[in-house]
């Protein structure tokens, strides 16, 4: 296979398989442990509010809702998956894939740990790190948490692409 397609297919699978492995893990804390995930709606709400040229909020939560914000907001959580999954390959190469390691996977799913503490939550209204939340400590230590998942599952997503491509 071309290694531009090899990059593009293996993102798209390594990056979803990955993002799925987030989402359960999210479902099972809070079906177990009464733990809240994000609303992928305020993600929705926060892109939706682009074309307005608002990129920032006071506080998402209190900012207008947008049409459609929770399907685009689930849409952006899976292709944001799928662009870390893309950063991973263009570092390490497409033949990782191959024979995935551990190392790279939770190195970039602890990276991606960034995009919420310096960007995401900032541009929530919530202050770098969550530091304007309730409980910031809590915040960051669920963040830290769900990235670190979510590196696992570049590593299991990367493991069964492997078993069948080999």
């Known amino acids: 296979m071309n290694t531009y397609l090899e990059l593009i297919v293996f993102s798209l699978a390594i990056g979803t398989g990955a993002t799925i492995v987030m989402d359960i893990y ?3 804390n809070k079906r177990f442990f009464n733990v809240p995930s994000l609303d992928y709606g305020l993600l929705g709400r926060w892109i939706g509010h682009f074309k307005k040229g608002l990129f920032s909020h006071t506080t998402i939560i209190q900012a207008g809702k947008i049409p459609h ?5 689930w849409m952006t959580h899976y292709l944001i998956g799928i662009t870390f ?3 991973l390959l263009l ?4 033949g990782w894939a191959y ?3 551990f190392g790279p ?4 799913g602890l990276l991606t740990t960034i995009a919420p503490w310096f960007m995401m ?6 202050g770098i790190a969550a530091s304007k939340t309730p409980n910031p ?3 960051r230590w669920r963040s830290l948490k769900a990235h670190t998942i979510y590196g696992v599952g570049l590593y299991l997503a990367a493991w069964v692409l492997s078993r069948i491509i080999s």
């Open 121 to 126: 939550q900032p541009a929530f209204g919530f």
């Open 26 to 28: 999210a479902i099972i």
């Open 85 to 87: 999954a893309f950063l």
């Open 91 to 94: 570092i390490w190469g497409t």
């Open 69 to 73: 914000e929770r399907a685009i907001g």
């Open 105 to 108: 996977a939770i190195a970039i």
């Open 99 to 101: 024979k995935p390691t």
């Open 137 to 139: 400590k809590q915040a």
